[in-house]
Nanobody, 124 residues
Framework: QVQLVESGGGLVQAGGSLRLSCASS????????TGWFRQAPGEEREFVAA????????DYADSVKGRFTISRDNAKNAVYLQMNSLKPEDTAVYFC?????????????????WGQGTQVTVSS
């Protein structure tokens, strides 16, 4: 069982930056393609970014391309989401997720393990 813990959320003004972290305490996170998703109140959970096990391949939602960067440090067993130029519409609970297998995916149902989420609030 992979247990994921997110951190780094908070309140930031529009145009600001935050870096989210995802750590796994029990299993080696580098064995799993990993992604970030977000969910705003009343909305469905949506894909934000994903990264392959080795960190070579990445994918991003169009809404965050050029502003967000996903990365991983396998030595630290962690995956990060650097969020720059934040907008009020980025406000949501952000979830880290990992999946069995090797492919990078963007659909929530393709992921097997989920963290509890961290709140990101961007004020205008």
């Amino acid at each position: 069982q992979v247990q994921l813990v997110e951190s780094g959320g908070g309140l930031v003004q529009a145009g600001g930056s935050l870096r989210l972290s995802c750590a796994s305490s029990r299993r080696t996170l580098s064995n799993y393609p990993t992604g970030w998703f977000r969910q705003a109140p009343g909305e469905e959970r949506e894909f934000v970014a994903a990264i392959s096990r080795g960190g070579i391949s990445t994918d991003y939602a169009d809404s965050v391309k050029g502003r967000f960067t996903i990365s991983r440090d396998n030595a630290k067993n962690a995956v990060y989401l650097q969020m720059n130029s934040l907008k009020p519409e980025d406000t949501a609970v952000y979830f880290c997720a990992a999946r069995e297998g090797t492919a990078v995916r963007t659909t929530p149902t393709d992921f097997d393990y989920w963290g509890q989420g961290t709140q990101v609030t961007v004020s205008s």
